[in-house]
């Protein structure tokens, strides 16, 4: 059981150029949660979603980024107009089970990341 | 709005030292609680999850504890060894909320 795969690994943009993050959850997992960290700082939750649904984009900014889970393939996490400040690592975690349902919510799985750079 | 902070910031053990690691967090109302290790330039692996119902889960040397009418969670590693360096992260799921992650306890275990 293949666990969760993120692509690419690393990427570099120039500043005003679009970057594109894709997701892949595990088997059977219908529930993707995107985070960014930044160098020394914690992961910061972005957005949340099902098959195509969002459930909860609070963490995400209002312009430039966008998230989708389509019924198939990845899930992409879209950074239009690059900034420097958008250098960091994009991580990207699933779980079986909703994580606002019944007790025994489900665990959370990460892929190993995708870290954008900005010039 | 759930926060969540970890004690100590930083850890520096010689190896086979017993050690704590400790999580706090401020809204008791969780589905459970997650301990993750991040190694450096890598993603996190999930190491327990402990559930709202439970005080305690065990996986080898680690075991986590959970109260959650103090609002706290600890995760003591046994024996501890060099192989055990990483950064270690709490995540609390709670209601009507997404996971919250602590800052992390950075930990090295010397040779």
């Known amino acids: 059981n293949a666990g969760v795969m993120q692509n690419p690994r690393h990427l570099v943009r120039r500043r005003g150029q679009e970057a594109r993050l894709r997701c892949s959850p595990m088997k059977g997992h219908s529930h993707v949660y995107w985070y960014r960290q930044l160098p020394e700082e914690g992961l910061k939750f972005m957005v949340y979603?099902?098959?195509?649904?969002?459930?909860?984009e609070s963490g995400m900014p209002k312009e430039r980024f966008s998230a989708e889970f389509p019924k198939e393939g990845p899930s992409i996490l879209r950074i239009q107009q690059v900034v420097r400040g958008d250098s960091a690592a994009y991580f990207c975690?699933?779980?079986?089970?909703?994580?606002?349902?019944?007790?025994?919510?489900?665990?959370?799985?990460f892929g190993e990341g995708s870290r954008l750079t900005v010039l | 709005k759930q926060e969540v902070t970890q004690i100590p910031a930083a850890l520096s053990v010689p190896e086979g030292e017993n050690l704590v690691l400790n999580c706090s967090f401020t809204d008791s109302a969780i589905y459970n609680l997650q301990w993750f290790r991040q190694d450096p330039g890598k993603g996190l692996t999930s190491l327990l999850l402990i559930q709202s119902s439970q005080r305690e889960q065990t996986s080898g040397r680690l075991n986590a504890s959970l109260d959650k009418s103090s609002g706290r969670s600890t995760l003591y590693i046994a024996a501890s060894q060099p192989g055990d360096s990483a950064t270690y992260l709490c995540a609390v799921n709670s209601y009507g909320q997404n996971f919250v992650f602590g800052p992390g306890t950075r930990l090295s275990v010397l040779p």
């Open positions: 975690a699933s779980s079986e089970l909703s994580p606002r349902g019944a007790p025994n919510t489900g665990e959370l799985f």
């Open positions: 979603l099902q098959k195509e649904n969002i459930i909860d």
